[in-house]
């Protein structure tokens, strides 16, 4: 069963789906451009164990995301 849980508790390489981003809509805007939006698969490649950036992969690209912004993009992951 498909699990809700922030971005910052995926495990290092599982795969989840966005489902929410808690965020205005500036913020919210920058993520669009860079193809994280709903729907959309993302796989978390690393992270640090307690307040670091969580680098994650969308399609081809990799990038870094502070711990604060990886907190409020809800996932949806297989558990």
Known sequence: MAKRIPLTDMRNG???TI???????GVHN??????????????????AFTHGPVVIQVGGA????GFGLSYKIIVEADR
């Open 30 to 47: 920058r993520l669009r451009a860079m193809g994280m939006r709903p729907g959309v698969q993302v796989t978390r490649i690393s992270g």
């Open 19 to 25: 489902v929410e981003v808690l965020c205005g809509r």
């Open 14 to 16: 599982e795969i989840a």
């Open 62 to 65: 990799q990038t870094a995301l």
